[in-house]
T-cell receptor
């Protein structure tokens, strides 16, 4: 079974600074997807960024980028120029590449605080 | 973008009664929907996978008779908490897999309080 581990329960960053959230996973599959979701106080799950395992290039979405290390099974999220609105719970998630295996496996989450 | 709507957003019910939560994919067909439960400051815990036209697949430890899931159409899945008790109070969130593109979209979630 696949597992996702986020070793940082809480992180904080100063506004406009950069912060990196860690995520490791364990799988025996070669085809899979990795995600970072943001959950603000409203509890709505918001997709931040997505990475296909077969792609070597790290995904980037504006101020959000990932460092995907497939061999090390590591998938960290870097938030640049942090904004107050980035404060939220962040979840790393794994999904099998098989069509039938579309369930998401979530990490424990990292609560990010942005200090003004 | 694709939208998944959950209703109700908030519900309070008396202990011993049943309550139904709906999850609708508004602009796409979803052959598969997922139901999660989330406790405060914790991660999402998958309860069951709902497939249109067939029985739901429950995760280990989830009571099938207590959490009834029905997925009667390609746009609607329902979760019914039967004989609710205060310990069932939680945040329940659904997600739907869009057939085209195999992307998953989340509903807004539903807060259940059992008094």
């Amino acid at each position: 079974a696949q597992t996702v581990t986020q070793s940082q329960p809480e992180m904080s960053v100063q506004e406009a600074e950069t912060v990196t959230l860690s995520c490791t996973y364990d799988t025996s599959e070669s085809d899979y997807y990795l995600f970072w979701y943001k959950q603000p106080p409203s509890r709505q799950m918001i997709l931040v960024i997505r990475q296909e395992a077969y792609k070597q290039q790290n995904a980037t979405e504006n101020r959000f980028s990932v460092n995907f290390q497939k061999a090390a099974k590591s998938f960290s999220l870097k938030i640049s120029d942090s904004q107050l609105g980035d404060a939220a719970m962040y979840f790393c998630a794994y999904r099998s590449g098989e069509t039938s295996g579309s369930r998401l496996t979530f990490g424990e989450g990292t609560q990010l605080t942005v200090n003004p | 973008g694709a939208v998944v709507s959950q209703h109700p957003s908030w519900v309070i019910c008396k202990s011993g009664t049943s309550v139904k939560i709906e999850c609708r994919s508004l602009d796409f067909q979803a052959t598969t929907m997922f139901w999660y439960r989330q406790f405060p400051k914790q991660s999402l815990m998958l309860m069951a996978t709902s497939n249109e036209g067939s029985k739901a697949t429950y995760e280990q430890g989830v009571e099938k008779d207590k959490f009834l899931i029905n997925h009667a159409s390609l746009t609607l899945s329902t979760l019914t908490v039967t004989s609710a008790h205060p310990e069932d109070s939680s945040f329940y969130i659904c997600s739907a897999r869009k057939q085209v593109g195999n992307t998953i979209y989340f509903g807004e979630g539903s807060w259940l309080t059992v008094v």
